[in-house]
């Protein structure tokens, strides 16, 4: 599954921990709660602070409730090595347990909220700007995994000549994250996941510039539930966020699942089912009783109800809460009600199959009445016509799964910059979800399509954009992407690709399919059904 894709091995997380341990130079950063101790990679000149503690422990009473600053801590606080990360789900119906491969020295717990701090500096971890553009990466995962630790940093300073400053964060996942309902409303705070990502980004504002970045020049960047979450916050506050927290936007693989109203069907179902797997269902007050419940057991129940899930899905997902997330997001996105100035979004070639069960022989028809459950057969009769001509059953299904949830919300969103959306679409081979994350962070093994002309016009477009935000103002003058017009500009996009025969990289402007925009459309207009 793509959750695997997302990780890196145990193997390398150990060996570039122990390189930043092992380093000499350790400077010290006040941060007015807290003093950090970082260290500098010696061999590049790149200084990082591992696992700063941006909120407090949402334990106990803090448990489903908003983040809160962290409290004061004496001392010098270590930040050179990862942190513990946030609990774990599964996709839906995985046939195995795609956590196993995880780092086994990073512990899972509910004590997860960190961020980590990247920039280049001298020798003795001084900066080397004052005011670089900076960049806050959201890990993806499907809402219910995935870590900071796997993502290092100085992969994307240097495809950015040294340019940027990096953060990467953390936030709740799961039912820990994501539960929803009216007694979370009333007794708690829904989306508590993404809210804190915007208490992260607060702390970027205001903390940003001791490491070097100009917290005026903040771009959020995430893949997958990542990505899904940068649309989350672009919509935020129905595109009124104060102050403004980041001035562009950049999306892998833009992930849009349904999205109900808090006190929905289905999140009530959702926090029933919750409530009957940790004994709550009788309490008094249902809320305290979960805070009351072991941690330990509350996993087990969200990595129980994560894993019985339909294939593919992921249920402990953004709601519509009314607050922080006003309305339904297509139709945020409909209306330009956004924040940030400008986007730029890659999708892949075929972002559906790894969402699929492959073995299930099953029509688009219906394969959508599984996926939404609210369409009936009007709707489903026009996911099978819509979608008759594209190949095989399996096909089709695969193609309705990563339409509808990944590339036709991307669309949405481009539309809502107009003028200002720059379009990708990565399509080396097999082109499955995730697989562009190898060019961008590729860890200490190359990514598959080992060419340095492709993987530096394919990285720097987005580095470039992160410090112009246009990618025509390239890091490199001398890579081979071509000019990019905006998508406005007769649905112009950039593809990313290589030759079938002799493997040379492939890289230049391509108009979006009319099929494709129409099929779009279509999912557009069912919105109020598919709950997006």
């Known amino acids: 599954m793509a959750l695997l894709s997302l990780r890196i091995s145990a193997i390398a997380i150990f060996l570039w921990t122990a390189r930043v341990v092992s380093a000499q130079i350790s400077p010290i950063v006040d941060l007015g709660y807290a ?57 839906g119906q995985s046939p195995t347990n795609p956590l ?64 940027v400053v990096v953060v990467t964060i953390q936030y709740r996942l799961g039912l820990f994250g994501f539960l929803a309902g009216s007694a979370v409303k009333k007794n708690g705070a829904l989306n508590a996941g993404l809210l804190d990502q915007d208490f992260a980004l607060r702390w970027v504002n205001k903390h940003i510039s001791k490491f070097g970045g100009d917290p005026s020049k903040v771009t959020i960047w995430g893949i997958s539930a990542g990505a899904g979450s940068v649309l989350q916050q672009v919509i935020a506050h129905g595109g009124q966020t104060e102050p403004q927290l980041f001035r562009a936007a950049i999306t892998s693989s833009t992930f849009l699942p349904s999205q109900y109203q808090f006190d929905d069907q289905i999140p009530e179902l959702l926090f ?18 979960l805070r009351a419940v072991d941690a330990t057991t509350l996993e087990a129940v969200n990595m129980n109800i994560t894993t019985n899930a339909f294939f593919g899905t992921f249920v402990f997902v953004p709601v519509v809460d009314g607050t922080f997330i006003t309305q339904r997001p297509t139709l945020s996105l409909l209306e330009g009600k956004v924040n940030g100035d400008a986007v730029l979004s890659v999708t892949n070639a075929f972002e559906g199959t790894d969402f699929v069960d492959q073995s299930v022989s099953v029509t688009a028809s219906d394969y959508s009445l599984e996926l939404f459950p609210r369409f ?37 969103l481009l539309n809502a910059f107009h003028g200002r959306a720059f379009k990708g679409e990565f399509a080396i081979p097999p082109g499955l979800h995730g697989m562009d ?3 961008y962070f590729p860890g200490d093994s190359p990514p598959p399509f080992n060419n340095a002309a492709f993987i530096d016009a394919f990285a720097q477009s987005f ?3 992160i410090i112009n935000l246009d990618p025509n103002i390239k890091v490199d003058p001398t890579t081979i992407t071509p000019h990019w017009n905006t998508f406005d500009i007769v649905h112009t996009e950039m593809l990313f690709n290589q030759t079938a025969v002799d493997g040379l990289p492939v890289v230049h402007a391509i108009e979006t399919s009319d099929a494709l925009l129409e099929r779009c459309l279509f999912w557009n207009s069912v919105g109020s059904l598919t709950a997006q």
């Not at 409290?71 to 930040?79: I, T, Y």
Request: aromatic content about 10%; proline content about 6%; overall charge negative.
């Open 272 to 289: 029933s089912e919750v409530l009957a797997q940790t004994n709550c269902m009788t309490a008094p007050d249902s809320m305290s009783c």
């Open 100 to 163: 196993k491969s995880r780092a086994t020295q990073i512990v899972d717990t509910e004590d997860c909220l960190f961020l980590s701090v990247y920039y280049p500096s001298n020798g003795a971890g001084v900066p080397l700007d004052n005011n670089l553009p900076t960049l806050v990466w959201i890990h993806g995962g499907g809402y219910v995994a995935g870590g900071m630790s796997e993502y290092n940093g100085e992969d994307i300073i240097r495809q950015s000549n040294r340019g």
């Open 437 to 439: 994350q190898a060019y």
């Open 463 to 465: 580095t470039s954009f």
């Open 35 to 91: 003093q950090y101790q970082g260290a500098v990679n010696t061999a590049n000149n790149v200084t990082h602070f591992l696992g700063i503690r941006y909120a407090a422990p949402p334990l106990g009473d803090l448990r489903f409730r908003a983040p809160q600053p962290p409290a004061n801590m004496s001392g010098v606080q270590l930040a050179t090595i990862q942190p513990n990360e946030c609990f774990q789900g599964s996709t």
């Open 376 to 412: 009936g057969s009007l709707q489903a009769l026009g996911v099978g016509a819509l979608y008759s001509g594209l190949g095989t059953d399996l096909f089709q299904v695969d193609a309705v799964q990563g339409e509808s949830i990944f590339i036709c919300p991307t669309y949405y």
